[in-house]
């Protein structure tokens, strides 16, 4: 493991001990926090119940849902965007403050649009997704050696075999960085459209726990949350780092 894993490790047992002091001695009272070790003793009664798996299936359905075409559609908007400087001239602002939109403020059109089921929430965790996949591969398209490029062109290979077979396998790093962003994203559009307006998932689960102070069921599920997002990060970085290492012949 790397220095930086390491100091990563023990920042994040530093920070879950100082809480479960603080909460241990009260200073941090029962009603308002449990202590870590309550969180994961809570996490293992839920999961081995069974009685949060069809909210944790249909969170995590519909997250990958917004996930998966999120990729698609920014990968091949990035491609086709590339060669279009005054477009991307035109559109790269744009980009830049997409994240300052509220996304959110849009829910009650979608459902007027889609209705109260899955669709808004899906499509919600899409925008917030998207754009970041978008910028990420034009940022490693723009770092494509102009060698490739020349070389594809002396083989007489056309625009959409120099994209799929040449630029993007040498973009993947960034292609991937904007991936794990996407997770992210994707997880947090679901989640909070779930307690917009949704009877059920994990974002409902927990907005009617904290409505409840029920800590036994809001901080369990925010702590698998936390699981499953870092876990899926971890091993797309390490897919990353694997890929940079290739790259720099090493």
Not at 51 to 58: F, G
Not at 84 to 103: E, G
Request: glycine share 8%; hydrophobic share 55%; aromatic share 8%.
């Amino acid at each position: 493991m790397t220095r930086a894993g390491l100091w990563r490790i023990a920042l994040v047992t530093g920070f879950a001990g100082a809480i479960e002091v603080l909460c241990l001695t009260g200073t941090i009272d029962k009603i308002t926090m449990q202590a870590p070790h309550r969180m994961l003793v809570d996490l293992a009664k839920m999961i081995a119940s069974g009685s949060m798996n069809a909210a944790i299936a249909k969170t995590l359905t519909n997250a990958v849902l917004a996930f998966l075409p999120a990729i698609a559609v920014g990968i091949l908007t990035a491609v086709a965007l590339f060669p279009f400087k005054r477009v991307r001239n035109v559109l790269d602002p744009l980009f830049a403050t997409y994240y300052a939109i509220p996304v959110f403020a849009f829910y009650p059109l979608l459902i007027v649009m889609l209705g109260l089921g899955d669709a808004p929430q899906i499509l919600l965790g899409f925008m917030l997704a998207v754009v970041a996949v978008i910028i990420n591969t034009l940022n490693g398209l723009d770092r494509v050696p102009r060698v490739l490029i020349k070389t594809a062109r002396v083989n007489r290979m056309g625009p959409l075999a120099t994209a799929f077979g040449v630029m993007l396998p040498s973009a993947a790093p960034y292609v991937l960085t904007g991936v794990k962003l996407a997770v992210a994203y994707s997880l947090i559009g679901i989640i909070g459209a779930e307690f917009i307006m949704s009877r059920g998932g994990m974002g409902y689960e927990i907005s009617f726990a904290y409505n409840n102070f029920d800590n036994a069921i809001m901080y369990p599920l925010i702590l698998l949350i936390l699981v499953v997002s870092i876990g899926v990060n971890t091993l797309l970085g390490l897919w990353e780092k694997r890929l940079m290492l290739r790259k720099s012949g090493r």
